[in-house]
């Protein structure tokens, strides 16, 4: 008699999941997303964190520090999301 043994592995992508489609995006507005740009271009900076605005065809809308910044999807070269885990803490600590 033989017995096999198997291991199972389940994953998820986790509180920083990254973001590759306009679906994704879409599913993710209000959400606070950290992205890199391929190239710094005319901003001259490459890396950007704010609230996602909105995600429509060419790209996505990003509000970083109240200026709202259009990133064309074929311009980034890694997105996710950027939970403040911390803030989330502090309210319930507050409500209590």
């Known amino acids: ?6 291991i199972l592995e389940v994953s998820s992508p986790g509180l920083y999941r990254p973001l590759f489609t306009l679906e994704q995006y879409k599913k ?3 959400e ?7 190239h710094a271009g005319e901003l001259n900076r ?6 996602l605005i909105q995600a429509d065809n060419p790209g996505v809308v990003v509000n970083v520090d ?5 990133f064309e999807l074929s ?4 997105a996710h999301l950027n939970p403040d885990v911390f803030k989330s803490k502090s309210k319930k ?4």
């Open 75 to 78: 311009d980034i070269s890694y």
């Open 66 to 70: 109240g200026e709202n910044y259009l």
């Open 1 to 6: 008699m033989t017995l096999d043994h198997y």
């Open 28 to 30: 993710y507005i209000g």
């Open 46 to 51: 490459k890396n950007f964190s704010g609230t």
């Open 93 to 96: 600590s507050k409500a209590k």
């Open 32 to 38: 606070k997303v950290k992205l890199r740009l391929k």
